[in-house]
């Protein structure tokens, strides 16, 4: 991955990683996750224009290893506030930011876990580590404050980091916070926080109102 420039490489690259992760994990160290993570981060980083495949790619392997290191390496647990700094460095970085909390959440929810009888209870607890130690609660606000902000800004770039805001936005509140699965009696039901009550109350329903009425 480091050496390569072909974008076709990249992606076979992250594939096989994806693979070792899934079969071997247990075989890694947490230092070697951690090195992973960071080297995968850098290249996100270092060019926020690579082609969409290439980015979605290296996204799921990040939150894949992020999730794998959560509950053994507190280290892990910075990708959240890492993230901020995408949001803040402009339009493409901010963009890609967003993109990273969207499968970050998606990655810890339970209501997408695929059953694998050995890693359910691993699975779990990170994902209840990921809801109550706050970075749920973290990428909510974050989603909502590049919502607020590009809402104020009617152009193109506004326009398009409101809809992947938006995404992002809709992943945190679709989360499955009981843990019911994909359950169609639950369909129709937002099952969040208390905590997270006001801000529906005060600024979401205001900030999809006033877009609603542009």
């Not at 594939?15 to 850098?42: G, M, P």
């Not at 995408?86 to 059953?115: C, I, M, S, Y």
């Amino acid at each position: 991955m480091e050496n390569s420039k072909s974008d076709y490489a990249l992606v076979f690259a992250s594939q096989s990683i994806l693979r070792i992760l899934t079969r071997d994990h247990r075989n890694i160290s947490n230092e070697a996750l951690l090195n992973l993570r960071n080297f995968v981060l850098k290249a996100l980083a270092a060019d926020p224009d690579l082609s969409k495949f290439m980015t979605r790619s290296l996204i799921h392997v990040l939150c894949k290893i992020t999730k794998l290191g959560w509950c053994n390496d507190p280290k892990m647990r910075s990708l959240v506030e890492e993230i901020v700094q995408f949001l803040q460095a402009g339009t493409n970085f901010a963009l890609l930011g967003l993109r990273l909390l969207t499968e970050l959440v998606t990655e810890f929810d339970p209501g997408h876990l695929k059953v694998d009888i050995s890693t359910v209870s691993s699975n779990r607890r990170a994902s209840q580590t990921f809801r109550e130690h706050g970075s749920l609660t973290r990428a909510f606000r974050l989603a909502l404050d590049s919502l607020q902000m590009a809402a104020q800004q009617p152009n193109l770039e506004g326009r398009t980091i409101l809809k992947e805001a938006l995404r992002t936005l809709y992943t945190c509140l679709n989360y499955d916070f009981i843990g019911v699965g994909s359950d169609d009696d639950h369909i129709s039901c937002i099952n969040i926080p208390s905590t997270w009550v006001s801000y529906l109350m005060f600024r979401v329903i205001s900030i999809l109102h006033r877009l609603f009425l542009i």
